[in-house]
């Protein structure tokens, strides 16, 4: 059910067609993403970050759900740090994370990618919109991990992210632009979902109901999206200093986050 509802196609972006087929074939990806998570929760480097052309200024999407990690990693007793631009890291924080700008993947036991530009087969980075993005990326520090053989988790929404390489084929089937866009990009785990913050509330939310324990209480949806907005992030599909996440109000993401709430309490009854 988690992973039906963090997959609503609300915008109607194509993203639903890859999530049946790849659900065909990997019917547990939530639930392995999820001990992936609770197994090496010690040190984890979040990812998170996404440019929007021709601007190039990071969209709501990634880092609200970058931040829901990092905090379900400090409940359970671990240490997150967040890998990501300037603008991100002045509007996550007043939140109290810890940020890095060298990381040494060696060093950590888990990372996550949530919403960072994954490359393309010819190397460069795309926007849903099939546009170029020309700002740094961080899809190397993934590519580090797995040739070290650290866990990977990749969570993407529309096929040009840090992990979709998984499904790199479903993506050229699927979304509009997908053979100009669709990420090369592998990880050891991948969700998807329609947007790649609920993404990340999914993997908590599966991870509270396996671990026994609400790992995101007090969750304030609102109050999270209106802060990085002031503070200079945009909705990615309107390109605006907006209050939204891909171009859906507010009023949808409290729901979303309301109902997954409710699920992993009726879980934990």
Excluded at 3 to 22: C, E, F, K, M, S
Aim: no cysteine; hydrophobic share 40%; aromatic share 8%.
């Amino acid at each position: 059910m988690i992973a039906h509802l963090i997959n609503t196609d609300v915008g109607n972006r194509g993203t639903l067609g890859v999530y049946l087929d790849y659900r065909r074939e990997n019917p547990s990806f939530l639930h392995n993403s999820a001990k992936m998570f609770l197994d090496n929760y010690e040190r984890v480097l979040v990812i998170t970050g996404f440019p929007i052309p021709p601007m190039m200024q990071a969209e709501t999407d990634g880092p609200p759900g970058a931040l829901a990690i990092a905090k379900a990693v400090e409940t359970l007793g671990g240490r997150a740090e967040i890998l990501t631009y300037p603008e991100v890291m002045n509007a996550l924080e007043p939140f109290g994370l810890s940020f890095t700008d060298r990381p040494d993947v060696g060093n950590y036991s888990l990372v996550i990618a949530v919403e960072s530009p994954g490359r393309a087969r010819d190397g460069k980075y795309y926007s849903m919109s099939g546009l170029e993005i020309t700002r740094e990326t961080f899809d190397w520090a993934v590519l580090e991990a797995r040739e070290l053989g650290i866990p990977t988790i990749g969570i993407g929404d529309g096929g040009n992210e840090a992990g979709m390489g998984k499904v790199v084929k479903l993506i050229e089937r699927y979304v509009p632009h997908g053979d100009r866009i669709a990420s090369v990009v592998e990880t050891d785990e991948l969700i998807l979902s329609a947007v790649s913050n609920w993404g990340a509330y999914g993997l908590v939310a599966q991870a509270s109901v396996e671990f026994g324990r609400e790992l995101l209480p007090d969750w304030d949806e609102r109050t999270i999206v209106r802060a990085i907005s002031k503070l200079g992030l945009i909705d990615g599909v309107s390109k605006t200093q907006a209050s939204t996440v891909d171009g859906i109000s507010l009023d949808v993401h409290e729901k979303v986050v309301e109902l997954l709430n409710a699920l992993v309490n009726e879980a934990l009854r």
